[in-house]
């Protein structure tokens, strides 16, 4: 199946630093990808959806100016926190749908990335 | 608004009994449905998927799904579990282009 890659897988950073997730399809194109964040022993919770060459779109109560996102090509999008706080300590998967798919495609995911600011 | 339900927030099985993950979901049109497992601290797999037809769905690692529209359900089976199916499963649900997920069922097997 199609491999989408996720870097780094984890990291660390000091409190009020910036982060930056780069998530790449390596042998497809994706038009769309997506971004999710999974709490310890919860549900993968839709961030926002990352369409190539124009604004992310944000689901309902997460800050764009805190999270941005950015998809430059079509196989890559990134994910910034921005001024990080120990709140946002989380794991972060991303995952990508290949261009001209439906959603009768299978959607691929990241190995994930686990943030802890401290 | 579509949801998905997974009632089981864990489950202890021993090795070679059947399994039985449950889902149930709420979606206004025809949904696409899918399971998913995730191993600690990874991404995740994707175990099978329903669109239409045969509502018996095969899958891998042994694994089937059976969508049964009468009760909204989409339930995970497998007829022997073996110890590495140990993992964190996740039903979805298709809504526009991205997914829904239910929380999750974490799944132990016992020797």
């Known amino acids: 199946g199609a491999v989408v890659s996720q870097h780094p897988s984890w990291v660390i950073c000091k409190s009020g630093t910036s982060v930056k997730i780069e998530c790449r399809s390596l042998d497809f194109q994706a038009t769309t990808m997506f971004w999710y964040r999974q709490f310890p022993k919860q549900s993968l919770m839709l961030m926002a959806t990352s369409n190539e060459g124009s604004k992310a779109t944000y689901e309902q109560g997460v800050e764009k100016d805190k999270f941005l996102i950015n998809h430059a090509s079509l196989t890559l999008s990134t994910l910034t926190v921005t001024s990080a706080h120990p709140e946002d300590s989380s794991f972060y998967i991303c995952?990508?749908?290949?261009?001209?798919?439906?959603?009768?495609?299978?959607?691929?995911f990241g190995q994930g990335t686990r943030l802890t600011v401290v | 608004a579509q949801s998905v339900t997974q009632p089981d927030i864990h489950i202890t099985v021993s090795e070679g009994a059947s399994l039985e993950l449950r889902c149930n979901y709420s979606?206004?049109?025809?949904?696409?449905l899918f399971w998913y497992v995730q191993s600690p601290g990874q991404g995740l797999q994707l175990l099978l998927k329903y669109f239409s037809g045969d509502t018996l769905v095969q899958g891998i690692k042994g694994f089937e799904a059976e969508f049964k529209r009468s009760q909204s359900s989409f339930n995970l089976r497998k007829p022997s579990v073996h110890w590495s199916d140990a993992a964190e499963y996740f039903c979805?649900?298709?809504?526009?282009?991205?997914?829904?997920f239910g929380k999750g069922t974490t799944l132990s097997v016992s020797s």
């Open positions: 995952s990508a749908r290949p261009w001209g798919s439906s959603m009768n495609t299978e959607a691929f």
């Open positions: 979805a649900v298709g809504a526009g282009t991205a997914l829904i």
């Open positions: 979606y206004g049109a025809t949904p696409y």
